[in-house]
Every structure is written in C-alpha cells, then in structure tokens.
C-alpha cells in the first residue's frame, strides 16, 4: 500500500555508499532473497457520487503496472488476485435503513470492505506485501483492517489531502469515502456502534 525508500538489500548504508531502490520490504535481508507482492484491485466507487475511480485497476494493468513493480527489483515475484468481488446481505441493508440512511452507499461500503478485510487476512498469509488499487478512498477501512487483523502491531502513515476521519453524524454530503479512519479509531467506536466494528476491525 504504501511506497517506502529503504536502503538496498545489501544494507550498503553500513559502508558509507547510499543508493537509493524503490523496494516493498521495511527491512534488509539477503541479496538472493525473494520477495513477494500480491496485488488486489477493488474497482470501487460508491464512496463518493462521481463514476470513473472504478476502471483504475484495469486501466492501471493494462498500462503495464506489473512490468513497473517488476522492474523495482528483479527479485519480486508478483501474485495478481485479480478483482475484489463481494456481495450485500440483509443485515448490512437493515443497518442503513435503521441506523445510517443518511450515509450514501452504507451496505456497499460495508459488503465491500468485509471482503477486502478477509481478501487482504488472505494476501498476507502467502505474501509478505500487498498493494490495494482502487477504487475510491472508502476501501481504505477494509485495507487497513485486514493488515490490522494479520499484523496487530502494524503503524500507519495516512497520506490524503484530507483525514477522512468524518462521521456519518456529521457529514454533509453523506459520502462514505470521507469517513474510513473513523471506523479504525478506538476513539470514535461508538459512533459506529452498530456497525458491529468490534468483530471485524481492531480498536486502533
């Protein structure tokens, strides 16, 4: 999800020389060492009320992002998982009748993140990264929450011109993409508190 600059695999910092290699691993290990990256898309857009953000993981795939990421680091070895599909159910449905009508989308934005949190549980447990294509800013709940669930002690540098931290007692507009930190923050959980956040979210 998140690009880091790291020192090359050779740790060369420790000889003074400091080149500098895109990689997707936070710590050095052995030149020989493969590395793994599974890809998600999640051609998602009902966050927000403008259509488009949904084609980004094929157009990105067609545009040859593999052969971008490849040419990273001629170790990485690649899993594409394809798209992200998930499906709404009756108590997602009843949630935003009763509890958050004015919050556009509430039962796919939760449909779709569910799975993205078990899909991403899923990812890690055969890849050491993953990288989320979305989509709108609304999957970033689900993104999170899977690597919450698989890495407990995982930190989190959120990157956005706005903090999306909006709750759906406050929102104007009622798109749901401005509020997925809200959904992580121990803070603000029972604001979401029929949500069920407890059994699919981490307090952070």
């Known amino acids: 999800m998140w690009w880091t600059r790291q020192i090359a695999s ?3 910092r420790l000889s003074g020389q400091l080149p500098l290699q895109l990689q997707f691993q936070s710590r050095c290990s052995s030149a020989s060492a493969k590395q793994t990256l ?7 857009a009902k966050g927000q009320s403008k259509q488009g953000v949904e084609l980004a ?9 593999r052969e971008v990421l490849q040419s990273s680091d001629e170790r990485l070895v690649i899993t594409d998982y394809g798209n992200l599909e998930y499906a709404t159910n009756e ?6 009748r009763q509890h958050y009508h004015h919050v556009r989308n509430y039962a796919d934005f939760m449909a779709c993140n569910l799975a993205l949190i078990e899909q991403v549980q899923q990812i890690l447990k055969q890849n050491e990264q993953f990288l989320t294509i979305g989509g709108d ?13 698989h890495t407990p002690n995982l930190s989190l540098v ?3 011109a706005h903090a999306d931290i909006n709750l759906h007692s ?6 749901i993409h401005g509020m997925p930190v809200s959904f992580l923050l121990q803070q603000l959980r ?10 699919i979210a981490p307090n952070w």
């Open 137 to 149: 800013h609304a999957i970033g709940f689900g993104s999170v929450a899977g690597h919450l669930q």
């Open 38 to 44: 599974g890809i998600i898309g999640v051609p998602f």
């Open 10 to 12: 050779s740790c060369q």
């Open 190 to 199: 029972a604001t979401w508190r029929h949500a069920a956040l407890d059994k």
């Open 57 to 65: 993981p094929d157009l990105l795939r067609q545009n040859k992002l």
């Open 170 to 175: 406050t929102s104007q507009s009622g798109n």
């Open 158 to 160: 959120w990157i956005d």
């Open 91 to 96: 108590t997602l449905l009843q949630q935003q």
